[in-house]
Structure formats: structure tokens, C-alpha cells
């Protein structure tokens, strides 16, 4: 039972970890908290979606092939995305008060949420059951074919953003700029271009774990990205927000307390862990687990 959640509880966690990068690494740049961010991992549900349901039409059924398609599209057109709403709704008020780009960010989510539920309608959508899920059984503890596809796929763009983070130039300059916008102009970093770099980045990732989401869940709908937006933002600010590690960090953990909440109380209060867990941590431990300075934020 207890290693049957936990195993639960990495798989919730590595689709919360990857939507927490996205909150993070913007924080980090920009001591802003992207509330569209949420959107953009429902759009990136749906660009999954219409890819899925287009490809055994166009291609034949090449699972790795598919796999690759269907998250490139998503990883590309939602960081595409990221990078136009940091650009008109965000770079504008970018020396405002901080509650300009707030109340822009949450006007951003609520124009892009009307905007889905216009174009494809307010019921939820079934997710193409394109793939057959294998369960595998070791000693009566049940793992399907999905949750080792999330987990593993998670795990692999967690380690390329890090290594991108910590071995390339692009990456040093985005924690230049994270630590002083202005000192790093003064070294010739283009702040512009770093902060568009890092939404491209963080948006591709929410677009990722949200066509994990759907995959793992099965269906869709337009406001499908507000309460995993508040568990994912939850994660980032338990492990730290401004903190990649901690994003990563808290994710896992924060799955993992959800299903254990699951298995061992109800179903019906898994989603109150996420809740309790961001007051207890504002209240007790603002500055995460990993210790960023969190006092600026909003």
C-alpha cells in the first residue's frame, strides 16, 4: 500500500514539478508570480490533444515517433506562447508597480481560458486513446506503462534544464540576470532576451505537464489549469520559489503527500494536502526548503 502510493505519488509529482519550473524560473528572473501560467498548461492539454487526435490520420502508428511529435508541438507552441504574453502583457509593465503585472497576468489567464472555451466549447474533452497502457505487477504493486512514460519523460527534461542552467552560457546569463538586471546589462547581457529565453522555457515545460495531465487523466477541459496551477505553485514556493532544485523538489514531495493523503484518509481530501501544505509553509517556513528569499514577492 505505501509503496503503491508513493509510486502514485512520483507520477502526480513529476507533472506538478515540471508545471512548478514554469512559476519558478519566472520568479526568479522577474520576482513575479505568472498567474497565466496555468493557461498555458491547459493550452499545451489541448495542442496535445488536436496533435493526437491528427496523427494516425497522417502518420502510422510509431509510438516514439508520436511521443515525439505530440510533445515537441506542445513544448514548442505554448513556449511560443509563454514568450508573446511576456511580451505584450508583461514587458510593458516591467517598471510598474508590482501589481500592474499581477493584475495583467490574471486578466492574461482569464482571456486565454475564454478564449479556449469559445473555440472548442465548455465540456470536457476525452483524451485520444491512441496508446495501450501495459500494467506491470512486482510483488502486488501495479505500475502501468504511463506512469513510467511521466516519470521518466520528467526526469529527462528536469536534468536537460539543469545541465542547460549550469553549462551553457545562455544558462549562466539567465542566473546572471536572476541575481541583478542591471549589473548583468553592464557585463552586455541582453535582459530582454534572457527573460523571453526563460518564459520559452518555462512555458514549453507547463505545456509538457499538461499534456501529461491529459494523458494521465484522460480528459480535458478549458479551466483544467487552476487547481493544478495552485498545487504546481504550491510546489514551487515548498521547495523555494526562485529555486529550480526546490521546484523539482517540492513537486515530488507534494505528489507524494497527496497520494499518501489518498490511500490513507480519502480520495476526497487529496486536494486539500495542496491547501494546507501553502499555508503551513508561508506560515512556518516562507523561504521553501531550500531557503530562497521569498519577502518581495507577490
Known amino acids: ?6 509510486i502514485n505519488g512520483l507520477t502526480l509529482g513529476s507533472i506538478y514539478a515540471l508545471f512548478a519550473l514554469g512559476y519558478t524560473m519566472v520568479y526568479g528572473v522577474l520576482l513575479m508570480i505568472n498567474f497565466a501560467h496555468s493557461e498555458i498548461f491547459m493550452v499545451g492539454a489541448y495542442i496535445g490533444f488536436w496533435v493526437l487526435a491528427l496523427l494516425p490520420g497522417v502518420l502510422p502508428p510509431v509510438i516514439p515517433l508520436y511521443f515525439l511529435i505530440i510533445f515537441g508541438f506542445a513544448l514548442l507552441f505554448t513556449g511560443i506562447l509563454a514568450v508573446a504574453v511576456e511580451k505584450m502583457a508583461y514587458r510593458p509593465l516591467r517598471h510598474a508597480p508590482r501589481l500592474a503585472p499581477l493584475i495583467s497576468a490574471i486578466g492574461v489567464s482569464i482571456f486565454l ?4 472555451m469559445l473555440t472548442v466549447g465548455a465540456e ?7 496508446f495501450g497502457v ?10 502501468n ?27 549562466k546569463a539567465m542566473r546572471a540576470v536572476s541575481q541583478n538586471h542591471i549589473v548583468s546589462q553592464l557585463m552586455g547581457i541582453n535582459t530582454n532576451t534572457i527573460i523571453a529565453v526563460t518564459f520559452l522555457i518555462g512555458g514549453g515545460l507547463g505545456g509538457v505537464a499538461g499534456v501529461l495531465n491529459g494523458l494521465y487523466y484522460g480528459s480535458i477541459k478549458y479551466n483544467m489549469g487552476f487547481l493544478p496551477g495552485i498545487k504546481a505553485f504550491t510546489a514551487a514556493v515548498l521547495g523555494g520559489i526562485g529555486n529550480i532544485k526546490g521546484a523539482m523538489v517540492g513537486g515530488f514531495l507534494l505528489g507524494i503527500l497527496e497520494a499518501l493523503a489518498a490511500g490513507y484518509i480519502s480520495s476526497e481530501y487529496k486536494d486539500v ?10 506560515v512556518f517556513r516562507p523561504t521553501g526548503i531550500f531557503g530562497e528569499q521569498v519577502t518581495e514577492k507577490i
Not at 500500500?1 to 508513493?6: A, D, N, P
Not at 501495459?134 to 505500475?143: A, D, K, L, N, P
Not at 506503462?145 to 551553457?168: D, E, G, K, N, Y
Not at 494536502?273 to 508561508?282: E, S
Open 273 to 282: 494536502i495542496a491547501f494546507v501544505v501553502l499555508i503551513l509553509v508561508l
Open 134 to 143: 501495459t500494467q506491470y505487477e512486482f510483488s502486488g504493486i501495479h505500475v
Open 1 to 6: 500500500m505505501f509503496v503503491q502510493q508513493i
Open 124 to 130: 470536457s474533452k476525452p483524451y485520444p486513446e491512441t
Open 145 to 171: 506503462s504511463l506512469q513510467i512514460l511521466i516519470f521518466t519523460l520528467a526526469i529527462v527534461l528536469m536534468v536537460a534544464l539543469q545541465l542547460f542552467i549550469t553549462r551553457t552560457k545562455l544558462g
Open 113 to 116: 481560458q475564454n478564449l479556449i
